[in-house]
């Protein structure tokens, strides 16, 4: 029973390299998220998804692209990486968009030097 | 816009004490209320959650917790404390019938355990 799983769990980038951070569900949800967390600032949602082919700006998207091709899929790219983008990641599924369980993958700690 | 505060961003409790960390939100109506647990290098896990009904909630690991509509909150508890709880504790709203669909989280409070 996998649920929501994330690679890779660290990586370490310089500044201009690029990324992709990928998200895997096997639980046939259709909603998927990801979470930026930072000391002190709980998480805040980057950007989300409600279905195959479909994405939405989060509360801080500026930075980062994604891509939700297969519904169990959804890729977080990191185009420029600048140091303010050190953070652990997290990808999360639901099966509906507001009210429902939320399931977290166990992140993936991302240092940009 | 709806908004999470938890006020306490460290708690230290003894074994075996009883355990309360609050949280108030900033909603219109009755948001969808969560607690999520995280330990140490591991992603969030769902302790509960409110949607409707009964304002006192049963969770997992011994948890509770109690909406209050008259003070918009949302508190934790737990009567008795084991060191395995020591963690970082979210709560968390959503909207209902929202158009974005996400959660919003409080910033967390750590909570240590003494033996």
């Known amino acids: 029973n996998a649920g929501v799983t994330q690679t890779p769990k660290f990586r370490v980038l310089k500044t201009g390299q690029s990324m992709t951070l990928l998200c895997a569900q096997d639980?046939?949800?259709?909603?998927m998220y990801w979470y930026r967390q930072d000391p002190g600032m709980g998480l805040r949602l980057i950007h989300y998804?409600?279905?195959?082919?479909?994405?939405a700006k989060g509360e801080v998207p500026d930075g980062y692209n994604v891509s939700r091709l297969k519904k169990q899929n959804f890729l977080l790219g990191l185009e420029s990486a600048a140091p303010s983008q050190t953070s652990v990641y997290f990808c999360?599924?639901?099966?509906?968009?507001?009210?429902?369980?939320?399931?977290f993958g166990e992140g993936s700690w991302l240092t940009v030097v | 816009a709806q908004s999470v505060t938890q006020p306490d961003i460290h708690i230290t409790v003894s074994e075996g004490a009883s355990l309360e960390l609050r949280c108030n939100y900033s909603?219109?109506?009755?948001?969808?209320l969560f607690w999520y647990v995280q330990s140490p290098g591991q992603g969030l896990q769902l302790l509960l959650k409110?949607?409707?009904?009964?304002?006192l909630v049963q969770g997992i690991k011994g948890f509770e917790a109690e909406f209050k509509r008259s003070q918009s909150s949302f508190n934790l508890r737990k009567p008795s404390v084991h060191w395995s709880d020591a963690a970082e504790y979210f709560c968390?709203?959503?909207?209902?019938?929202?158009?974005?669909?996400?959660?919003?989280f409080g910033k967390g409070t750590k909570l240590s355990v003494k033996p």
């Open positions: 999360a599924s639901s099966r509906h968009l507001t009210g429902n369980t939320i399931y």
């Open positions: 639980m046939n949800h259709e909603y």
């Open positions: 998804s409600v279905g195959e082919g479909t994405t």
């Open positions: 909603y219109g109506a009755t948001p969808y």
């Open positions: 409110y949607f409707s009904g009964d304002t």
């Open positions: 968390a709203v959503g909207a209902r019938g929202g158009s974005q669909g996400n959660l919003i």
